[in-house]
């Protein structure tokens, strides 16, 4: 069965340097989205990607925050300047263009911030 | 108030019994409801959707949605200690937006 792949698992970053998450979505979807889950606290959206761009991103997606699809399988978040605050389980999300509230999400990148 | 609010637990039941798991939200344009378990450490995984009021089924799973309410549940029938794990509940509305409002998670233990 297709899955929404993500690496590293785990990645462990110092105050102010630049973090790039990767996803490889579901081969024929469409929609793209990253979410995170600070430790206890619930899932938030961060952004909505389709068609190369920018669908929809969160309040808390500012300026230190990128996505791209570089190619036809990846799709990644790049987060400029990390902060402590940015230390968080970060999920992808894929969705077809046909199934409109099936969103599959990835296994998660363990950002830590130190 | 909280868009969606979700009683955390955790919530401890004997193997076999019949599980109820509720939401409740304040956002009236929230059209579709999800229900997404997740285990330890993995990302969440769909269980179900449904849209508007209504019940739906899936095996041993009924979602069950009152919009009059606000109120949507996620009965699990027989239950087994496989279905330990967190259960969040989902919503977006119908406005084009895609984003999934999540609410806390509640901790289920099936106890054998």
């Known amino acids: 069965e297709p899955e929404v792949t993500q690496t590293p698992s785990h990645q462990v970053t110092q105050m102010g340097q630049e973090v790039i998450l990767r996803c490889v979505p579901i081969s024929n979807h469409l929609y793209f989205y990253w979410y995170r889950q600070i430790l206890g606290q619930k899932v938030e959206f961060l952004v909505s990607f389709y068609n190369n761009e920018i669908s929809e991103k969160s309040e808390i997606f500012d300026d230190q925050f990128s996505v791209e699809r570089p190619d036809g399988s990846n799709f990644t978040l790049k987060i400029r300047s990390t902060k402590l605050e940015d230390s968080a389980m970060y999920f992808c999300?894929?969705?077809?263009?046909?199934?409109?509230?099936?969103?599959?999400f990835g296994p998660g990148t363990r950002l830590t911030v130190t | 108030q909280k868009e969606v609010e979700q009683d955390p637990g955790p919530l401890s039941v004997p193997e076999g019994a019949i599980v109820s798991l509720n939401c409740t939200y304040s956002?009236?344009?929230?059209?579709?409801f999800m229900w997404y378990r997740q285990y330890s450490r993995k990302g969440p995984e769909l269980l179900m959707y449904?849209?508007?009021?209504g019940n739906k089924e899936d095996g041993r799973f009924t979602a069950q949605v009152d919009k009059s309410s606000k109120y949507i549940s996620l009965f699990i029938r027989d239950s087994q200690p496989s279905d330990s794990a967190t259960y969040l509940c989902a919503m977006r509305d119908n406005f084009g937006n895609e984003k999934l409002t999540f609410g806390t998670g509640t901790r289920l233990t099936i106890i054998p």
């Open positions: 956002n009236s344009a929230f059209q579709y």
């Open positions: 999300a894929s969705q077809s263009g046909t199934s409109w509230n099936e969103q599959y």
């Open positions: 449904t849209y508007s009021s």
